[in-house]
């Protein structure tokens, strides 16, 4: 697949990429704020995704109409770097705008807020953007190069005094210049070729100086209000959990360049609306109360479709829907139980029973469509005899009065987290529980909201088996993930105290940084192939499905579609026809 960076060929300091312009050959801290959030690449799956490219008057758009959307659960951060949480992201891809604009189906890199692709160096630590005139945020303030270099040196480096942690996308940041009234120069210590990918993320919408002053919380619910974003809508009122409202901005003029589709968006606003309920959402959609409505369940998508109404099931073309065995924990050190339970799990059973062909059994640890992917088919093969075998030689022979396997009077008991974002994350871990039980293994889903599960999930006793998945449409995917310094979803860089503590797996964030800062893009390929292969060969990861978005639409909806990794964009949606 296309590296989306600048080139690292033998050019002069200063050439311009040229690996951005091409198409994907594949198309086909941690911290409380961002931890197991996340999703994955666009490509969209022609089993029941419609072909929007319009109707009525032969497609042309309609102006005006607000379009009222549900989102399973409510917004919790609108500070971009944490905006991976799909409700956030949701909202923020939609009010931001950003220096570059991805194509969600080639991943081609396009000039958004920046007049062209930037300038870099051979080694990829210097990038210098040009930027358009006339650019204003929603307070009225204008896009300045002062003003960029203050948004990416926040989320470059954070801000720990106001709770604001460094985003993941951007790796080996240094500082910011400002060359002139239009040009910018961004600087890091070590080459950081994802930097122009990172550009064209929702996590580097850019915001207006004001906003740049807030802490946390201001950027939490109750503050949204005061967000101020230079994107197609902006934040006009927000009642704390249950509704944000956005409208158009008549005065926006600087939609990506070579898009069809240029000045104000079509629709008048958006209202997202929140219910914990499932039935109360896709009912709302289905008796016409609603025009929209994310996280479709499986069992649902036949119902939606013999209604009438417009099903998107959007790859997510990341990282895989895994669950992460924490190593560090006593009873996951030994590589014959994590093979062991592995072997147990029945992965087929899980697709087959949960849900539809719009959610391909995983080859590898990254989605087909994802940068990087390498094919690892037969890595987890279900072999519940040998899972047997493997607990015996772990020692693990003995059985308790509840058929559970004991060692030294210990059960083999874990606990694994319900990932709530994650379609039927609940019902795949009971299905799990059950398998693991016919080999003795007792399996706890540990109970709570999304707070109480990204809180559990910091702590090692708590949460032993860790189901997740995340996507990105560049190679540092793997790293936001996997990096003791990012999500971490091993906990490999926990509270650790002791540099030499000897569960620590060190060489999973040695083959992350390696991918990390590694310029050229054919040992690029070879540095995520190297990643992944370690973590499988480790028996780390056990993926288990390419996760998709779905989506349901009334036939009124038009022109729908999403970002690279699956986040709803409305700038060219408009509503024609009846509910």
Not at 322 to 333: E, K, P, Q, T
Not at 489 to 517: M, P, Q
Request: with cysteine; proline share 6%; aromatic share 8%.
């Amino acid at each position: 697949m296309t590296d989306h960076r600048p080139t690292s060929s033998a050019r002069t300091a200063s050439t311009r990429t040229s690996s951005t312009r091409t198409a994907s050959r594949h198309l086909d801290r941690r911290s409380v704020l961002s931890l197991g959030l996340g999703l994955g690449t666009l490509l969209t799956l022609s089993a029941c995704t419609p072909d929007d490219t319009g109707s009525l008057s032969g497609g042309e758009p309609v102006r005006g109409g607000v379009l009222t959307y549900f989102e399973p659960q409510t917004w919790t951060l609108l500070y971009p770097p944490s905006v991976g949480f799909y409700p956030n992201g949701g909202i923020m891809n939609n009010i931001s705008a950003r220096l570059l604009w991805q194509d969600p189906k080639t991943l081609e890199l396009h000039p958004w807020l920046a007049t062209e692709l930037p300038e870099t160096n051979a080694d990829a630590t210097t990038y210098t953007f040009t930027l358009r005139e006339g650019v204003t945020y929603s307070d009225g303030s204008p896009l300045t190069p002062a003003n960029v270099a203050k948004n990416f040196d926040l989320f470059g480096r954070g801000d720990e005094s106001r709770t604001l942690p460094v985003s993941e996308q951007i790796s080996n940041y240094d500082r910011s210049e400002v060359l002139d009234d239009h040009r910018v120069r961004f600087h890091f210590s070590a080459p950081s070729p994802g930097f122009a990918q990172a550009t064209s993320t929702m996590n580097a919408g850019l915001l207006a100086d004001s906003t740049l002053a807030l802490d946390a919380e201001g950027f939490g619910p109750g503050g949204a209000t005061r967000i101020h974003t230079c994107g197609p809508f902006h934040i006009t009122d927000e009642t704390i959990g249950t509704k944000l409202s956005v409208r158009a901005r008549e005065d926006y003029d600087w939609a990506p360049p070579h898009l069809d589709h240029q000045g104000r968006a079509h629709l008048d606003g958006i209202d997202y609306l929140t219910n914990s309920e499932y039935s109360v959402r896709i009912g709302a959609v289905l008796s016409g109360q609603a025009d929209g409505v994310r996280d479709v369940q499986a069992p649902d998508e036949s119902r939606v479709t013999e209604q009438g109404l417009r099903l998107y099931a959007k790859a997510t073309n990341g990282i895989n829907n895994s669950i992460n065995f924490r190593f560090r924990h006593d009873l996951l050190s030994d590589i014959d139980v994590r093979r062991a339970l592995i072997a147990a799990i029945d992965r087929q059973e899980i697709v087959d029973k949960l849900f539809t062909p719009n959610y391909p059994l995983a080859t590898g640890l990254l989605a087909k469509g994802a940068m990087g992917y390498t094919d690892q088919s037969g890595s987890w093969d279900y072999d519940p005899d040998t899972a047997n075998r493997l607990l015996d030689q772990a020692g693990w022979s003995e059985r308790n009065g509840q058929g559970y396997r004991v060692k030294d009077g210990q059960p083999l008991a874990l606990t694994v987290n319900i990932a709530l974002p994650q379609p039927r994350s609940n019902e795949v871990q009971t299905l799990i529980q059950q398998q693991l039980r016919r080999v003795g293994v007792r399996l706890a889903i540990n109970p709570g909201d999304q707070s109480k599960q990204t809180l559990d999930a910091l702590d090692l006793d708590t949460v032993q088996i860790y189901h997740s998945m995340v996507a990105r449409a560049d190679f540092d995917n793997l790293r936001s993930n996997y990096s003791s310094v990012n999500r971490d979803v091993f906990l490999n860089g926990a509270d650790r105290t002791d540099a030499d503590d000897e569960s620590i797996d060190a060489k999973v964030d040695e083959l992350l940084d390696t991918l990390a800062s590694e310029p050229n893009h054919e040992k690029r390929q070879q540095a995520a192939e190297a990643v992944q292969n370690y973590l499988v060969d480790q028996a780390y990861v056990l993926p288990f499905f390419e996760e998709p978005q779905v989506f349901a639409f009334r036939r009124r909806v038009h022109g729908f579609t999403t970002e690279p990794v699956g986040r709803p964009d409305f700038y060219s949606t408009w509503l024609a026809g009846e509910k």
